[in-house]
């Protein structure tokens, strides 16, 4: 096979495309080049299964697909036995950046692009947003901390 002047830029092009297309998926998809490091990018948050403080309970973030829109599912079950404890909705899954919980309760934290941080107070095995905006905890770091002056 004779390697022509348009062969050769058709590879070159090819190999670049195969390069963009690997750098897109290494943005876009953060396992993609081993193990994720949300520190940076989620702060205190995780869009991981994170276990409460005493890890007697573990949260778990599915996407619920709607009609109009996708939401953010936070399922908290049961660590031994996987039983479902609790559940709640706390933002459109496009918007959503994790959750954390609180260092010595069973409240959890939500940030979200387009509504913020919420905290979801735990009470009478009911978690429900606590609209008020209380303080959060000075070790609940939200990425959007760095722009505050």
Avoid at 58 to 83: C, F, L, M, P, Y
Wanted: with cysteine.
């Amino acid at each position: 096979m004779k390697l022509t002047k348009k062969k050769i830029g058709l590879i070159i092009i090819a190999a670049v495309i195969v390069v963009v297309l690997c750098g897109i998926c290494a943005i876009l998809i953060p396992s993609f080049g081993g193990t994720p490091s949300y520190s940076e990018e989620y702060c205190s948050f995780t869009p991981e299964d994170t276990y409460s403080y005493d890890g007697k309970l573990v949260a778990h973030q599915k996407v619920e697909k709607g009609v109009d829109e996708r939401n953010i599912i936070v399922e908290i079950k049961d660590s031994q036995t996987g039983e479902l404890v609790g559940s709640f909705s706390p933002a459109r899954a496009w918007d959503f950046w994790g959750i954390c919980w609180e260092n010595d309760s069973y409240n959890i934290w939500t940030q979200s692009g387009d509504v913020g941080v919420y905290c979801w107070r735990y009470q009478d095995g009911v978690w429900e947003c606590d609209f008020s905006h209380p303080e959060r905890p000075e070790y609940i770091i939200s990425k959007y901390d760095k722009y505050k002056e």
